[in-house]
């Protein structure tokens, strides 16, 4: 089992920055995609990005390209999005996802099987 953390959620004005963190325990971490994935209220969840256990790949949603950058650290259990330009649309509750290592296109959220708890962004106007 996998367990995850995210931190760094907040409140933040248009066109700011924030950074969201996620860190894993549990089994070996390297072995695992992780994912970002955000949740608005009243929406469906939504594959914000995501990257392959080796880093060799990756995947973004097309409403954040250019603005969002997933990273992970094998060394320290944990997968980043950094956030710049925030938009008012980018508020949700964003999510860290990880799955084994695996064949599926990293975007499709029921690939995952292991999923934190959120931390909410709210980007206000």
């Known amino acids: 089992q996998v367990q995850l953390v995210e931190s760094g959620g907040g409140l933040v004005q248009a066109g700011g920055s924030l950074r969201l963190s996620c860190a894993a325990s549990?089994?070996?971490?390297?072995?695992?995609?992780m994912g970002w994935f955000r949740q608005a209220s009243g929406k469906e969840r939504e594959t914000v990005a995501a990257?392959?256990?080796?880093?060799?790949?990756?995947y973004y949603a097309d409403s954040v390209k250019g603005r969002f950058t997933i990273s992970r650290d094998n060394a320290k259990n944990s997968v980043y999005l950094q956030m710049n330009s925030l938009r008012p649309e980018d508020t949700a509750v964003y999510y860290c996802?990880?799955?084994?290592?695996?064949?599926?296109?990293?975007?499709?959220?029921?690939?995952?099987?292991?999923w934190g708890q959120g931390t909410q962004v709210t980007v206000s106007s």
């Open positions: 549990g089994r070996p971490f390297i072995n695992y995609d």
């Open positions: 996802a990880g799955r084994y290592y695996g064949a599926y296109d990293l975007r499709f959220s029921n690939t995952y099987d292991h």
């Open positions: 990257i392959k256990w080796s880093g060799s790949s990756t």
